[in-house]
């Protein structure tokens, strides 16, 4: 028996809180209810991190469109690549960096730029140090171009060697304690290296949101197999890895009780917002937009939230796939804005993008773009200093200042650390704390870049 409890619990601790919880079901009828409703606290404050897989082309996010940057642009993307957008088709805003335009399936993301509640960080990337043409061969982070490296860097914001902690995990590190036992750091799209943290155990749920352990009902033969699981979980607890293993199974249980309510409840005042929206993306948000509503029933002052939209990897065919990916991410994002106005704490929540990498201006065969560096991202919230650009917008030259080659992969002049560490600050990391989740933030001028209140 004792080998049988073994194996259990080793296919369980094969699985995070989330992992498994993915599996559980509500157990608030067996026992494992969820916390005492508190007033909300009135210091809340979420971060809402929306990862864009496979590395979104910046270039095409956002394109200058007075008479000169058009020309550099279009000279290089030309109306033959299959990539070029139409100067009259971009949606135009100004910030006082210069004349602007926003790729056109951005529409509800541009509306929130004109009323300052969206900001643009411009030529953000992974960097060792502050880094030009003639140090780039020297400090060069560790295999830029690769897929799964740079996702690892811009989680961990570590570009010397691995990592095995995620930015978003050290926050939630340094949170520990707001929220009592219920995690600060939550995915909504599988474990990540973002939300992995060195001590707090993160809550991670499967894009639908739901939580569904069978087999347990309300009567005496599934209280009998939960009172079997329960005294499985207490049996050799001398050894660390069977204990471990059963502290995880445990702690989802007790999670699935608290948060399966929540996500099944009806009368959510923030699902309208999301009413005839079907993409994942949209569904992922809808799931975060719920946990903060109930954040009295959870008792969370402070939650760290990873969703994620993937198809972003465009070698060929780009303009649909561009279509189609932010047609899903602009409405998404506007409606869980929206949402956190109707909650009154849209200054308590910033939401915030992250992808793989940038695109190279110089176009691929098969209307595409190929693995570049620098990117630019988006901040929305409340909170943003919004209508403006923040960084430094890169010079369209292929072989120009900001070209780490010849195909327009720019030199990102803003760091990881620095956007990071100027979310961390707001979101109340001491700078201590700072200095723990960005352990090389002091290589970089500034540790706040000035796009939050």
């Given at each position: 028996m004792?080998?049988?409890?073994?194996?259990?619990?080793?296919?369980?601790?094969?699985?995070?809180?989330?992992?498994?919880?993915?599996?559980?079901?509500?157990?608030?009828?067996?026992?494992?209810?969820?916390?005492?409703?508190a007033q909300v606290a009135?210091?809340?404050?979420?971060?809402?991190?929306?990862?864009?897989?496979?590395?979104?082309?910046?270039?095409?996010?956002?394109?200058?469109?007075?008479?000169?940057?058009?020309?550099?642009?279009?000279?290089?993307?030309?109306?033959?690549?299959?990539?070029?957008?139409?100067?009259?088709?971009?949606?135009?805003?100004?910030?006082?960096?210069?004349?602007?335009?926003?790729?056109?399936?951005?529409?509800?993301?541009?509306?929130?730029?004109?009323?300052?509640?969206?900001?643009?960080?411009?030529?953000?990337?992974t960097l060792n140090m502050p880094t030009t043409k003639s140090n780039y061969f020297a400090e060069r982070p560790d295999n830029l171009f690769s897929h799964s490296d740079q996702v690892a860097q811009w989680q961990s914001s570590v570009s010397e060697g691995a990592s095995r902690t995620g930015w978003g995990g050290r926050i939630a590190d340094q949170m520990a304690g707001s929220n009592g036992t219920f995690p600060v750091a939550t995915s909504i799209a599988g474990i990540n290296l973002f939300i992995t943290s060195d001590t707090a155990s993160p809550l991670a749920l499967p894009t639908t949101g739901g939580l569904a352990l069978q087999g347990f009902a309300n009567n005496a033969a599934s209280n009998a197999r939960l009172a079997a699981l329960q005294s499985i979980l207490a049996t050799d607890r001398d050894n660390a890895y069977v204990k471990a293993a059963g502290d995880v199974t445990t702690q989802a249980m007790s999670l699935s009780g608290i948060v399966n309510p929540i996500l099944t409840a009806t009368g959510s005042v923030v699902t309208p917002f999301f009413a005839g929206q079907t993409s994942s993306i949209a569904q992922q948000l809808q799931v975060v937009a719920r946990l903060i509503e109930a954040r009295a029933q959870t008792g969370a002052k402070r939650q760290v939230f990873f969703?994620?939209?993937g198809g972003f990897d465009t070698h060929s065919n780009e303009l649909?796939?561009?279509?189609?990916?932010?047609?899903?991410?602009?409405?998404?994002?506007?409606?869980?804005?929206?949402?956190?106005?109707?909650?009154?704490?849209?200054?308590?929540?910033?939401?915030?993008?992250?992808?793989?990498?940038?695109?190279?201006?110089?176009?691929?065969?098969?209307?595409?773009?190929?693995?570049?560096?620098?990117?630019?991202?988006?901040?929305?919230?409340?909170?943003?200093?919004?209508?403006?650009?923040?960084?430094?917008?890169?010079?369209?030259?292929?072989?120009?200042?900001?070209?780490?080659?010849?195909?327009?992969?720019?030199?990102?002049?803003?760091?990881?650390?620095?956007?990071?560490a100027t979310l961390a600050r707001w979101f109340g990391v001491s700078n201590a704390g700072i200095a723990q989740v960005f352990p090389n933030l002091t290589r970089f001028a500034s540790s706040d870049l000035g796009f939050l209140v």
């Open positions: 004792t080998l049988d409890r073994r194996r259990f619990l080793a296919t369980a601790g094969a699985l995070t809180t989330g992992g498994l919880a993915s599996r559980l079901a509500p157990l608030s009828l067996l026992g494992l209810a969820a916390p005492a409703a009135s210091d809340y404050k979420a971060l809402v991190c929306v990862f864009l897989s496979g590395g979104v082309d910046g270039n095409n996010l956002i394109v200058p469109i007075d008479a000169a940057g058009y020309a550099q642009y279009t000279a290089v993307r030309t109306v033959d690549s299959g990539v070029n957008i139409p100067q009259g088709e971009l949606l135009p805003i100004a910030p006082t960096a210069g004349s602007y335009g926003l790729h056109p399936d951005l529409t509800e993301l541009h509306a929130l730029f004109a009323q300052k509640r969206m900001a643009i960080l411009a030529n953000v990337g969703v994620q939209l649909t796939t561009l279509a189609t990916l932010l047609g899903q991410l602009s409405p998404a994002v506007r409606a869980f804005y929206d949402a956190t106005v109707q909650m009154g704490i849209s200054d308590k929540v910033t939401t915030f993008t992250l992808s793989d990498f940038g695109r190279t201006f110089q176009p691929a065969s098969g209307a595409g773009t190929d693995h570049a560096w620098g990117n630019h991202h988006f901040i929305l919230g409340g909170a943003v200093k919004g209508g403006e650009m923040y960084g430094k917008y890169p010079t369209l030259a292929r072989t120009g200042p900001d070209d780490a080659d010849t195909a327009g992969r720019w030199i990102p002049t803003t760091a990881v650390e620095q956007y990071g």
